[in-house]
């Protein structure tokens, strides 16, 4: 399949990437679900959390597939990386948990809608159809979850002021 070493590992390390990426989204969405009172979100962000698990175990089998999965120790932690990244700038908003929450999910899924986009070029470029394919569909699938919560903006923004009433 991918005759170039080069960039065979390459390729390799985005998919280890991604697939940090995954498992970081998993512990979010596991956090959201918990914090979010309202059912019918609930339920959307739980969907979301298995169709997450599911793109986590397709990569693990390409990762396999490329002969990389021995190689995930010597990586850095990405996972940890991610996390910062996609929290760091929202600490100020801690105390209204429906927005943060939207916030935070809406700007994972832009995060991971990047990274497929890349992974899914390099692995065109390595002639590894299968990833490629896999890296588009994931796309459309984080598309589609952007999609969903970008429709209950006033939803979350009711939630947190309720939330802030019965608080008060
Ligand atoms: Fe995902």
């Known amino acids: 399949m991918v005759q170039n070493d080069g960039l065979r590992s390459k390729l390799i390390e985005y998919v280890q990437n991604v697939h940090a990426l995954e498992g970081n989204v998993v512990l979010m969405l596991d956090s959201i679900v918990l914090t979010t009172r309202d059912e019918e979100l609930r339920e959307m962000f739980r969907v979301h959390r298995e169709e997450s698990r599911r793109q986590q175990e397709r990569l693990r089998e390409r990762l396999e597939a490329l ?8 990586r850095k932690n990405v996972s940890a990386i991610a996390s910062a990244q996609a929290k760091g700038a929202f600490d100020v908003f801690r105390s209204d948990k429906p927005v943060q929450n939207a916030r935070d999910a809406f700007v994972t899924e832009h995060l991971e809608i990047a990274s497929y986009e890349i992974l899914e070029r390099m692995a065109e470029r390595a002639g590894d159809e299968e990833t490629a394919r896999v890296a588009r569909e994931h796309r459309a699938e984080e598309q589609a979850m952007a999609q969903r919560i970008a429709e209950n903006w006033d939803r979350f923004v009711d939630l947190a002021l309720e939330e802030g009433r019965s608080r008060a």
């Open 67 to 74: 002969g990389g999965l021995g190689l995930a120790s010597l």
